[in-house]
């Protein structure tokens, strides 16, 4: 099961915290040059060895100096905590989304536990730094295929032309295998992150994979595409005119739902599809 971005832990950290941030006053925040970059000792007053008071820890540090907590929460996870907690940490530095998070979130990317790797990407995510895009980018090939697909699901809000590079490996990878009118899940995920940042070269290359690749991958891809806003309505005409033309039950049937999602708004992409629809029996 693909982890919540809005886990509990998650939820205690940052919303559960009120009764502990009113009780304490908050106090000035002191940069010192052991701040600079998280270590891999426990921060000042933290006792890693329970997991109780670290989870309290990285609660408090949520509700504080967003620099400051990035920086404790990290150096906890990186002297080494319970997965549990480093689970939270993961969750809380995704939301405070600070460039001090980056050692630990690229430590966690290559964890041994899957869980804790899968919650890494989404914390990676919200940073969107080269480097973290990169390290991404590399999860398409890693040991576990959840891992993998969570990878290309990440890719698909936030990556950039390098990222696509790294799509097309993984898709094509995968597209040779077969599996079915589905395909793996690396090359559903992957496709449908093709079609969603991929440019016009792109898509048009996904066309040439009808009728050789699983359809159900590709029509993942087909459909983030034709949501796409700032996409030319030439490129979309395309698309409806390359599944209009294998004319077979599955083109008809994601036809018939790109028509009843745009519904009230014509495009001449939708009345290529209308029309395309009922010629297709």
């Known amino acids: 099961?693909?982890?919540?971005?809005?886990?509990?832990?998650?939820?205690?950290?940052?919303?559960?915290?009120?009764?502990?941030?009113?009780?304490q006053p908050r106090r000035p925040v002191v940069t010192t040059v052991a701040m600079v970059h998280p270590s891999s000792e426990a921060p000042p007053g933290w006792d890693l060895s329970r997991a109780d008071d670290t989870l309290a820890r990285i609660q408090r540090a949520a509700t504080g100096d967003p620099r400051r907590g990035?920086?404790?929460?990290?150096?906890?996870?990186?002297?080494?905590?319970?997965?549990?907690?480093?689970?939270?940490?993961?969750?809380?530095?995704?939301?405070?989304?600070?460039?001090?998070?980056?050692?630990?979130?690229?430590?966690?990317?290559?964890?041994?536990?899957?869980s804790l790797r899968r919650r890494a990407l989404i914390a990676a995510a919200r940073l969107r730094t080269p480097a973290m895009l990169r390290a991404i980018d590399a999860r398409l090939s890693d040991s576990d295929p959840e891992v993998r697909a969570e990878a290309a699901r990440t890719l698909a809000d936030v990556g950039d032309a390098a990222s696509v590079r790294a799509l097309w490996a993984a898709f094509e990878r995968d597209a040779s295998n077969g599996l079915?009118?589905?395909?793996?899940?690396?090359?559903?995920?992957?496709?449908?992150?093709?079609?969603?940042?991929?440019?016009?070269?792109?898509?048009?290359?996904?066309?040439?994979?009808?009728?050789?690749?699983?359809?159900?991958?590709?029509?993942?891809a087909f459909e983030a595409s034709l949501r796409r806003a700032e996409l030319p309505n030439p490129v979309k005409l395309r698309v409806v005119q390359a599944l209009a033309g294998i004319a077979t039950p599955q083109a008809?049937?994601?036809?018939?739902?790109?028509?009843?999602?745009?519904?009230?708004?014509?495009?001449?992409a939708i009345d290529a599809a209308r029309s395309a629809i009922s010629r297709i029996q």
């Open 70 to 114: 990035a920086l404790e929460i990290s150096s906890a996870l990186l002297a080494g905590v319970e997965p549990h907690v480093a689970a939270a940490g993961l969750d809380t530095l995704g939301v405070l989304a600070r460039p001090e998070s980056a050692d630990a979130i690229l430590r966690y990317l290559d964890h041994r536990r899957v």
């Open 180 to 220: 079915g009118s589905e395909g793996s899940i690396l090359l559903q995920e992957s496709a449908r992150a093709l079609g969603a940042r991929g440019g016009e070269q792109d898509l048009d290359r996904l066309l040439t994979f009808l009728r050789r690749a699983p359809f159900g991958a590709l029509a993942r």
């Open 252 to 268: 008809r049937e994601l036809l018939t739902r790109l028509v009843d999602e745009h519904r009230g708004r014509p495009t001449p």
């Open 1 to 23: 099961m693909r982890p919540s971005r809005n886990t509990p832990l998650l939820a205690l950290a940052l919303c559960g915290v009120g009764a502990v941030a009113s009780a």
